[in-house]
């Protein structure tokens, strides 16, 4: 086990990024949320479904398992939080946000991957007619819209449907650097973290009648209105705990921690209970504070394996693909109708996500990642 709980901050050369920060935890917290994400993917059931195949303590896997989507909520914080401290940083070293330099940085390190994925998922719709990728879903996600086509009744079936959460962060990415480049006291910045929150809030309480309208919780859940919680949370973090001392005891770390699992296993857990008021209304936000406890917990406690690390780095990967590599899993076991053949087919679609996402991180990704360090500012993490 690798300790490395320190920030770098390191002069450059001219032309290069004059200062550091990494916080290699974080990397070890972005495979947690990817795991989470995995482990709700990979069964995909509730407890009958469990009970079917014969998996002991149906009731419990299921709402485990069913917490494993707030994973998503973990991630949208975490990018929240680093945009907001890396471009605070920027400011003070430089007085002014280089916008054009932010919106390059998140182009080379979002694109290349996110349209490889939207080329398997088009070409995986010719080759199986269960997968459905037809050409406005497809349009829809080129322009980073992906997410808003189920407030239109419009769903589609397909292994890459999942990167509609890369269209809500690109959506945040395209508009928070802007207002922090306006917004020149923190002050302001925390003002505009609690509007979100009224955002989600009021959004989630007008959408609750169309999403029972179309019999599903998908109008709401992916909506990026209904979900600026854990953005909100994120900014406020940033802004709060700038510079600030992140100590934390270890018994501590651990009581967030298993506060932060607690409020997903409850929401996991009442998210079966149909299209539930107090759920989509208040569920949101409980899971929002939720992810927001397992990052405290991470948040400065400088342990960082380094296979850990390296699951961390290549996690954009991971999340793209798993749901690829689980479809390809099932495929080569001939479905997963058994106790036995799921003890074969999670392991296998996990093995199957990690090659991929590496040899992308190593062959797709790495070029770009070069090239984006030429346009920062303030470097995140060595490639």
């Known amino acids: ?8 901050d390191v002069n450059r050369p001219v032309g290069a990024a004059v200062n550091r920060y990494y ?24 407890a009958a479904y469990f009970s079917a195949r014969h998996i002991p303590l149906a009731a419990l896997v ?78 829809a996600f080129v322009l980073m819209l992906g997410n808003w086509l189920p407030f239109f009744g419009v769903y589609v079936d397909s292994v890459m449907g999942l990167l509609w959460t890369v269209s809500v ?45 179309l019999s599903s919780e998908l109008p709401l859940s992916i909506n990026t209105l209904a ?35 607690a409020i997903w296993l409850i929401a996991g857990h009442f998210r079966f209970h149909g299209l539930s008021t107090g759920f989509l209304v208040f569920g949101y936000p409980a899971v929002a504070v939720g992810a ?13 394996p380094r296979r850990l690390r390296y699951l961390g780095k290549i996690s954009y990967g991971l999340y793209v693909f798993h749901e690829f590599a689980l479809y390809c899993a099932a495929k080569l076991l001939g479905g997963v109708h058994t106790l036995r053949a799921f003890i074969v087919y999670w392991p296998l679609g996990l093995s199957l996500t990690v090659l991929m996402a590496a040899l992308s991180y190593r062959f797709l990704e790495s070029p770009f990642l070069a090239l ?7 470097q995140s993490r060595p490639i």
């Open 23 to 46: 916080r290699p935890e974080l990397d070890c917290l972005r495979f947690f949320a990817f795991f989470a994400v995995f482990t709700f993917h990979s069964p995909g059931g509730d």
């Open 372 to 378: 984006k360090e030429r346009f920062a500012h303030v």
């Open 227 to 261: 979900r600026l919680d854990p953005f909100a949370l994120g900014i406020a973090t940033g802004v709060l705990m700038h510079n600030a001392d992140l100590a934390l005891g270890w018994a501590a770390r651990g009581r967030f921690f298993a506060t932060g699992c």
């Open 292 to 304: 927001w406890f397992i990052f405290r917990a991470a948040l400065g406690a400088g342990i960082a």
């Open 169 to 213: 962060e690109e959506q945040f990415y395209l508009l928070w650097p802007w207002f922090m480049s306006k917004a020149r006291q923190g002050r302001t910045l925390l003002y505009a973290s609690g509007g979100l929150l009224l955002v989600a809030m009021v959004s989630r309480i007008l959408l609750v009648g169309h999403a029972r309208a």
């Open 62 to 139: 299921a709402s485990v398992t069913s917490a494993g989507r707030f994973g998503v909520d973990l991630f949208f914080l975490l990018s929240a939080y680093l945009i907001t401290e890396l471009l605070l940083r920027e400011q003070k070293l430089f007085g002014r946000l280089d916008l054009r330099s932010f919106y390059v940085r998140r182009i080379l390190r979002i694109w290349p991957l996110y349209f490889f994925g939207l080329l398997i998922g088009v070409l995986l719709a010719f080759l199986d007619p269960r997968q459905s990728f037809p050409a406005k879903y497809a349009v």
């Open 1 to 8: 086990m690798e300790m490395a709980n320190k920030i770098h």
